[in-house]
DNA sequence: CCAGCTTATGTAAGCGCTTACAGAAAGGCA
DNA sequence: TGCCTTTCTGTAAGCGCTTACATAAGCTGG
């Protein structure tokens, strides 16, 4: 940290501009020279200062990465997806959570002078940064989210999953249902699931809201729901968080899941695999979501493309034992 | 991005000088400039780039966090912790993942030059660019490793528990033990546990090795444990992943838990919490450890403290289903 | 040996910002 | 009004690095 270029280049004879020829391989150098100037390297213990490159560069070789809050599982398993790869392409990843914290404007605004490009999990960048980020041309990866002009999207496919989701369970003979965790606003990924869920079932089901999408809001939501007199025979839930709260209230309500209730989930945490019964869910491709987001703002840093795209990856049912009893059931 | 103090100065019909005294409130300035200073700010919607200002400063506002893997919750909950306190303090967190990755030490020595320190891992980082990091003055909090010289440390209490643990599945009345997850290095977590456990159990329990501290490598060695003519009554895991791992493979060989066989994890992650039977498990302050790690760096960079310390943070005994029958057992 | 071309190297100008220090301006008091 | 003190402002020098462009050095062919 203390040795600069200058005192290589005195300790080697040469100048500051054929040491960094010689350490970034930018022009040609005489065998001899680069000699010389690797030594003087070596026995200073020279790194270049990432201030001094990334600023005479004009660039940060950083990512950044907005999202609510780290204890859902979901958040985690995309930021690993995106931090490979964002490692990979010789990227930094700054991180910043949201959730709870005042001046979020200032703090995304501090985030985006240190980095390249953003990706930004749904709206918790304000919109009106979000609108001049857009304007200013950086480079945006939005992760579930609904297109935006002037900025990438990327998420998983809601709708059709629900659909099949919904249809599988009235294979099973339910006929009276609820979803538990309303969406909060319009388009986002829990609407496009209602929608969904919604769209097969009708008036069958009812939207039951949480305060968040947590284990302990599901719990209170599905006790509070199970003790009314008109029971659902099926709870689809917005994500496994709120489900695994929901087998929860029914496991202390004594209702035997699923002979008495089914309940199913949607992300495929690790958590809803290990719950007994194991918890029926849409399986999101959480890791791949992050890496191809990582991908896509490189792709929007380097210029390699300069059209906003708007991509759905593809989601998948996986049936366990919450929703029901199958002839060949895989027993994790 | 594009618009830099000079153009704001000459604006507002000041110096550069003035301008930064202004924004950063570092020296008089009259109402009337101050003023016309904040007007053109606005006018041009300027932002201090973060390169100039740290190159300048000579200081970065960020902190690093070198980890294996973010795959185990373990890992984002002691993050999450960190990143709260770090943000609050006002710095970014980089991160970077350095499992299956080559070229670790360029990787952390890269991010080294981003930060103003670094919380490590364990033994994530390569000793001898650790040695160098030190030697350098470079501020450094590790986290659950051995103390060292130079450094914080900062771990959570392994013995007392893994004893206490101990103690309460002979209370149980096991009598034949083994421990599931062998230590990789010594006076490492989960080396500490093993001592914990054995100094109590003596010759009654063995270590059998994992792979890795995985559910999969944990379910693989369980099975092959459980199927041997010589079964123990109780295995005691190295961490919660590994005995979720060994739940699996109860439940595969048909063993009813606790009733036929015991299993203890460590960490109290939520999925041994959502598991059934609920997991016995030993609760780490994994947020604490994480916002305690970020003060303790913070008060290494500011200089309020230059003599390392070494902690050591209270874990807890967390009874559930999966040891035994309690008489006054919680439902979850 | 000379000319022309290629390779190698150094100088100077930035990249964007902070601030020590010198000088100017303003205010207060005798 | 003059002097002294305080407040305000600007200039210049960095912080550490990259690189365009000019020049020097080296090599090859006639």
Redesign the interface.
Known sequence: ??VTIYEVARRAGVSIATVSRTLRGTGPVAPKTREKVLKAVEEL?F??????V??AEGR?A?NGIVFP???G?YY??V??GY??VA?ELGR??????TKG?TRVHD?V???A??VDGLMVFGHTAPDDLVA?LVR?G?PLVFVSREPLAGADTLRSENTESARALARHLLEHGYRRFAFLGAPIATGDDVDERWQGVRSVLGGAIEAVPTEHYT?ECGYQAARTLLRAPARPQAIVCSDDEVA?GA??AA??LGLAVPDELAVTGWDDI??A????PALTTIRQPMRELGARAARALDELITGARDTPRHLVLTTELVLRASCGHHPQEE??
């Not at 930094?92 to 959570?97: H, K």
């Not at 695999?273 to 007994?276: E, K, L, N, T, V």
């Open positions: 940290m203390d213990r790194t270049p200062s990432r201030l001094g990334s600023l940060h950083a809050n780290l204890s599982p985690t398993e930021l690993l931090e490979e490692s930094s990843v700054v991180i910043l959570s914290r703090l605004k501090d985030l002078g240190r001049e200013m950086m284990v695994l087998l929860l496991e202390e690790m958590a695999r290990h719950a007994r027993p994790r």
